[in-house]
């Protein structure tokens, strides 16, 4: 299978963890075909030259991609259909990019250049798992490519995908009202796990003994491969961008969002259970300290608004009740939001609500983004399956 490694990133100014991929994947003889980057903002070009040196690259510049829009003139593309699938508008006006536009992006140049695979990292991820050894969290490196190629040449797979070891997501906490703050957010199961967080101090570790592979819609885009032409039955990602008292702010969840439709497909994704390590707020093993810790509390500040930004559209795509769905969230965050404000000494939580509303609010227009996007990827595999990729 002809595999290249997909990367997305802001400013492209080191080959971490790039180089630790690739050494692995030279390790346990896994080819790498070619490694496709795309960045937004700003790039060390010396760093292209030696990574040259070992593998194909695909250098990509959002708003900046002559070759793949010929390449899409050429294949016949309306000129409509390149504005939506390549022109980041949020780039231009604010600075920042979609999530699901970024990673489309490299799935537009993996089906061009005319792959067969796509691995997806993230750029604060490591090809090991940490690994919990005589009550003692260890390093443990892994096959990691020949973890997702196993499954993914199975004929009924399509998508292979884990989730990660490290600190979770979000750091430990409790307080009065955290129940409600994540009712609010959709993520009551965080809260479940938040609840022991001072036992665990919220470290996932990987349990490489005993594996338990299983079939799942929960895709993780640092940690997934994707056979490129499942993309002839699926979606393309998604995801958005809202405006909070004049800032834009990314949704979560392009991810997400590709796993509820593969869903409804008779096609298989596998979890592989192979955590890998995910260093989660940059200073592992550090325990992640939120209330004293600014970078880690607006991240989680950042992640409250994403998951926000991303609900609405997430219940609609999956036909739940939108009003009845709302009027709970509504009625926890209000309460959450003034606890988590509470507990960080920190006002910003305070416009949680308010980003319910807002995000609410928007998603007529979120549907409509989502429906003109599809139109244009659809023209645009169709074009892909006339040439036989």
């Keep these: 299978m002809k595999v290249s490694l997909g990367i997305i990133t802001k400013h492209f100014n080191t080959l971490e963890p790039i180089d630790e991929f690739l050494d692995n994947a030279s390790k346990y003889n896994r080819k790498i075909y070619s490694v496709i980057i795309v960045y937004s903002h700003s790039c060390d070009y010396r760093l292209i030259e030696s990574l040259e040196e070992k593998v194909k690259v695909f250098l990509v510049k959002i708003n900046n991609a002559p070759q793949i829009k010929q390449q899409l003139i050429k294949l016949g593309v309306s000129p409509e259909s390149i504005d939506i699938l390549l022109n980041c508008h949020d780039l231009k006006k604010y600075g920042i990019v979609p999530y699901g536009l970024n990673r489309n992006y490299v799935v537009i140049q993996a089906l061009l250049s005319g792959l067969e695979g796509l691995v997806f990292i993230d750029t604060d991820v490591y090809p090991k798992v940490l690994v919990k050894e005589d009550k003692e969290v260890k390093e443990k490196e892994i096959d990691f490519f020949g973890r997702h190629l196993e499954y993914l ?44 967080s001072s036992k665990h101090k919220c470290l996932v570790v990987d349990n490489y003994k005993e594996r338990r592979v299983f079939e799942t819609n929960k895709i993780l885009g640092g940690n997934v491969a994707i056979k490129l032409n499942a993309f002839k039955e699926l979606p393309p990602f998604f995801s958005t961008v809202y405006n909070i008292n004049g800032e834009q702010v990314l949704s979560r969840g392009e991810d997400t969002l590709l796993g509820i439709k593969l869903k409804k497909s008779n096609k298989k994704c596998i979890d592989i259970d192979t955590r890998i390590f995910h260093n989660t707020f940059g200073n592992y093993p550090e325990v992640p300290d939120v209330r004293n810790h600014s970078f880690i509390r607006g991240r989680f500040y950042y992640g409250c608004l994403g998951w926000l930004g991303r609900n609405p559209f997430l219940n609609w795509l999956q036909g739940k009740d939108i009003r009845e769905i709302k009027k709970r969230q509504k009625e926890n965050i209000s309460i959450g939001s003034k606890a988590i404000a509470s507990y960080l000494n920190d006002e910003r939580f305070l416009i949680l609500p308010e980003a319910l509303e807002i995000s609410y609010y928007n998603l007529e227009n979120v549907i409509e983004e989502y429906k003109k996007t599809l139109k244009s990827w659809n023209e645009f595999i169709s074009k892909i399956k006339e040439i036989g990729r």
């Design 153 to 196: 040449k199975k004929e009924e797979v399509i998508i292979t995908t884990s989730d990660y070891s490290g600190y979770y997501i979000i750091p430990p906490m409790k307080f009065e009202g955290m129940k409600e703050l994540f009712i609010g957010l959709q993520k009551e199961k965080a809260y479940e796990f938040l609840m022991e």
